[in-house]
């Protein structure tokens, strides 16, 4: 499988789950480790848990074990009040962390177990924390970062040997393979390339995935979102590039507004949108861009601001087929009369939008 494909396309709830043994066990325990990794339902109160949770323990028969808190909550679950497992915002374990920041820092890119070791890591618990937490292996992390350094040299034309040499590949053929399957060209051709930058975004809904280049940012969406490998798969199709995992200033602003979006401090994103898409899709985005938070708008307003009164459907796909959520919102989207309609972030995360947007609009 390719890196790139690996990386950030499989939607956690893909990710399997622990043995049920090894996680009810972790559960009795309060295993610190296996947070982030699983939530569990308690089907006799109806609620669900982190792992950690200081409330009594249920019978084995009485747990459900899920993945993401949107799939507890389809499951008919309530966060629990004690550990809330809703509070996302949560910051980055800091064993994760220390993973990133040490991958970062190495000038090769390449953190052994050695090295751990060194920082006093155990390195299975953090590597199964790592995987937990960015959806991807830190041996695959470190790789895709390797290549995304050796990609910025043979960019400003250092020749190809040399960054093979750096990065450790002793063999030009091996090294040549690793690059292609990463960023589908061979490194001489990749000058002119370039590759969009993954990140995820925790958020009081949910995860989110931003996708970014210098152009600016290309995808949000949350990352359960039904279709999302999909418009992925689109993005490196349509710019010839590859989706590797990291971060750049557009990314970190969207962090920041994120937070003060979803803080109430301010609903209005100013961040550099660089969407891909027809120009009729591109001329429906820039419409609902008009739409002010705490406002809504139907499907046959939107068809008559856009001088399109006879296509409501067209608009309705357009809509649809949005990769910037919350910053295009196309969740100010409603029926004619009043009902919510389709969103691919799920309609109890539209709900919740329109609630916070009337909340905090001024
Ligand atoms: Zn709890």
């Not at 350094?149 to 040997?161: E, F, M, T």
Request: proline residues 6%; hydrophobic residues 40%; glycine residues 8%.
């Amino acid at each position: 499988m390719k890196i790139a494909d690996s990386f950030p396309a499989v939607p956690a709830s893909l990710n399997s789950l622990p043995s049920t043994r090894t996680m009810y066990r972790a559960l009795v325990r309060r295993d610190s480790s296996y947070e982030g990794v699983f939530l569990t339902g308690v089907k006799t109160t109806g609620i669900f848990c982190r792992p950690t949770c200081r409330a009594k323990k249920p019978k084995p028969e009485n747990v459900e074990f899920f993945p993401t808190v949107s799939e507890a909550l389809h499951g008919g679950y309530r966060p629990c009040r004690l550990c809330r497992p809703m509070d996302s915002t949560k910051p980055v374990p800091a064993l994760v962390e220390q993973l990133r920041r040490a991958a970062e820092a190495a000038a090769d890119g390449r953190v052994t177990d050695k090295d751990l070791a060194a920082m006093g890591v155990e390195p299975s618990t953090a590597r199964r924390q790592f995987k937990a937490y960015h959806g991807l292996t830190f041996h695959a992390y470190q790789r895709a970062r390797r290549m995304g350094l050796a990609l910025r040299d043979v960019k400003v034309g250092r020749p190809v040997i040399e960054v093979q040499l750096a990065q450790g590949y002793e063999s030009t053929s091996g090294f040549r393979d690793a690059f292609t399957r990463i960023f589908g060209q061979p490194p001489r051709d990749a000058r002119a390339g370039h590759c969009l930058l993954a990140q995820r975004l925790e958020t009081p809904l949910g995860t989110m995935l931003a996708v970014a280049d210098d152009a600016g940012l290309r995808l949000l969406e949350f990352a359960d979102r039904r279709g999302l490998e999909r418009e992925l798969a689109g993005l490196r199709r349509r710019l010839k590039c590859a989706i590797v995992p990291g971060s750049n200033a557009t990314l970190e602003e969207t962090g920041r507004q994120l937070a003060r979006y979803f803080a109430g401090e301010s609903l209005a994103f100013e961040l550099p949108l660089a969407p891909v898409g027809s120009a009729f899709q591109l001329r429906v985005w820039a419409e609902l861009g008009k739409i002010a938070p705490g406002t809504t708008r139907s499907y046959a307003g939107m068809a008559a601001k856009l001088g399109i009164p006879k296509a409501p459907r067209a608009i309705g796909r357009a809509n649809g087929s949005n990769m910037l959520a919350l910053v295009i919102p196309c969740h100010r989207v409603i029926r004619a009369d009043g009902s919510l309609c389709g969103y691919a972030g799920g309609l109890w995360r539209k709900q919740r939008l329109l609630e916070h947007e009337q909340k905090y609009a001024r």
